[in-house]
């Protein structure tokens, strides 16, 4: 009988350690900062994401994921605190995580699990924008990492791309040139390995019928099985009483086949994720709103997809 698995990926929420990184605009996140991110606060935090990590996919595999894509990570001190926290110390997972030079300093990564992931390569592929003035800025990476996983080679892409804090229409041509690069590197996978088994996955900003996706990505080569999880009462974040599904993950057509073979896709909402009361009732249980702490995990849901493999 074919084994299962999970894969998630989880947007922490402004996952910053407390400390003041001069190269980057991370000052709110500080004791001293607007938001006075203290270390009570910022281990809480550590705990609650870990638990919810470990949680992730358990009921239907009897384990946690064994590859978590992870967004709005600071740095690797992050990375290890997380790692260390109650709840994860005892699961050997490692992480892949390299600095962007996203003005806040946050990035995308990679949590595996060690003992039956192995990773053999790994780099990052920068986003470069251009304001309307034509100065080149920099945004969050797009990390490639080449792993096997029960004998077989995969290739995961991580991402976050732009936001869209200044509008849509504003920002739209910054997740276009994330999905140009996005589609770059896929078809310099694809001309090395022809039949190469890709996971894309991240917070995209956007919802999974944007064109940028549709027509820059999923085209004949990808299929997106957590499209159908966004409904008018249900997504990954809420936005202004909008339900959306920026976090996705896409998988090339061949997992539709053994001997890893996908089965179910989710978003991962148990209650103690979801506020209770008011009229936020149901969204996520956030760190903070506006500049008030609430204690909660993040202001997205974590999404995750099930395989069956062939041992």
């Given at each position: ?92 997972y490692a992480y892949v995580h390299f600095d962007s030079k996203d003005r806040r300093g946050m ?7 060690k003992e039956t992931v192995q990773v053999h390569q790994a780099q990052t592929y920068p986003l ?184």
């Amino acid at each position: 009988m074919p084994d299962k698995f999970s894969i998630a990926f989880y947007n922490l929420e402004n996952f910053f350690d407390t400390i003041d990184d001069p190269k980057t605009a991370d000052n709110p996140f500080t004791p001293k900062g607007f938001m006075h991110w203290i270390k009570k606060r910022y281990f809480n935090k550590a705990k609650k994401i870990g638990y919810v990590i470990g949680e992730i996919g358990k009921q239907e595999t009897g384990r946690p994921p064994l590859l978590i894509g992870l967004g709005e990570v600071e740095n690797k001190k992050v990375l290890h605190d997380l790692l260390q926290s109650k709840y994860l110390k005892n699961i050997p997972y490692a992480y892949v995580h390299f600095d962007s030079k996203d003005r806040r300093g946050m990035d995308v990564a990679l949590l595996y699990h060690k003992e039956t992931v192995q990773v053999h390569q790994a780099q990052t592929y920068p986003l470069v924008l251009y304001t309307n003035q034509g100065k080149a800025y920099d945004t969050r990476d797009i990390l490639y990492v080449e792993a096997t996983i029960f004998g077989v080679k995969i290739y995961l892409l991580i991402n976050h791309w732009p936001s869209r804090r200044e509008g849509d229409f504003e920002s739209d041509f910054k997740r276009l040139q994330a999905a140009r690069l996005l589609q770059k590197i896929i078809d310099q996978i694809a001309y090395e390995e022809m039949d190469a088994r890709i996971i894309i996955m991240g917070d995209f900003n956007t919802d999974p019928t944007d064109k940028h996706i549709q027509a820059e990505i999923v085209g004949k080569r990808f299929f997106n099985p957590l499209q159908a999880n966004l409904t008018r009462n249900t997504g990954s974040l809420n936005h202004q009483g909008v339900w959306h599904l920026f976090d996705q993950i896409l998988l090339t057509h061949n997992f539709k086949k053994l001997p890893i073979k996908f089965s179910q896709a989710h978003i991962f909402k148990p209650k103690y994720l979801k506020v209770w009361h008011g009229k936020a009732k149901n969204t996520p249980f956030r760190t903070y709103k506006g500049r008030q702490y609430q204690g909660g995990y993040s202001d997205h849901f974590p999404v995750y997809t099930l395989f069956d493999v062939l041992k």
